[in-house]
């Protein structure tokens, strides 16, 4: 069955310093998005990417994040300059395009656990 | 802005019965709601989805149902096994206009099926 890949599994950076976030979505999926979930906190929406451009994003999503398609497959989060607030589950998540009115189900990867000291 | 609420943060219950866990959400109608299961350290999975014009929705030992009047979604499992014991999360999308909405999850519901 096909599946959302993500990699690192487990990323420890030093504040400040940069990271890239990494994610294979299912192949014939067109929405792509990026949640967090902070250790014992609910899942939280970061962005969503369709078309090659942002979508919507949250309050969360601010300067310091960015995404990418950069090839047919690999769907990236990064964050520029990590503080340690941003210690947290990646996880990415994609879905197939619905009709008009139709809404379709996202599939989570296994998500990237980021360690900021 | 739009609240979830996931009544039990703890559910314990006997195997063999039926397990059913509630969500509730505050201001708008929610498009769809989606439930999800999350084991420790890992990735949410996908279970069952059910739209704002579905009042239920059916796979396997697993029941969802919507009422959109109560603003609240019941999910079920029957005759539960240990192996069923996990987070369960909710989580509702707002319509936008047929795109494919983000989605506002509630804490989760852990749930114990103890043998």
């Known amino acids: 069955e096909p599946e959302v890949t993500q990699t690192p599994s487990h990323q420890v950076t030093q504040m400040g310093q940069e990271v890239i976030l990494r994610c294979v979505p299912i192949?014939?999926?067109?929405?792509f998005y990026w949640y967090r979930q902070i250790l014992g906190q609910k899942v939280e929406f970061l962005v969503s990417f369709y078309n090659n451009e942002i979508s919507e994003k949250s309050e969360i999503f601010d300067d310091q994040f960015s995404v990418e398609r950069p090839d047919g497959s690999n769907f990236t989060l990064k964050i520029r300059s990590t503080k340690l607030e941003d210690s947290a589950m990646y996880f990415c998540?994609?879905?197939?395009?619905?009709?008009?009115?139709?809404?379709?189900?996202?599939?989570f990867g296994p998500g990237t656990r980021l360690t900021v000291l | 802005s739009q609240k979830i609420e996931q009544n039990s943060e703890a559910l314990n219950i006997q195997e063999g019965k039926t397990a059913t866990l509630t969500c509730n959400y505050t201001n708008y109608s929610p498009a769809y709601l989606q439930w999800y299961r999350q084991d420790p350290g890992r990735g949410p999975v996908f279970l069952l989805l059910i739209r704002e014009n579905e009042k239920e929705k059916r796979k396997e030992r697993l029941k969802v149902t919507f009422d959109t009047t109560l603003k609240q979604s019941l999910f079920h499992i029957t005759a539960s096994q240990p192996a069923d014991s996990a987070t369960y999360l909710c989580a509702l999308a707002l319509n936008y206009g047929g795109s494919q909405g983000n989605l506002i999850f509630g804490k989760g519901t852990k749930l114990s099926v103890k043998p």
């Open positions: 998540a994609s879905s197939e395009i619905g009709n008009s009115g139709s809404y379709n189900e996202q599939f």
């Open positions: 192949s014939n999926h067109l929405y």
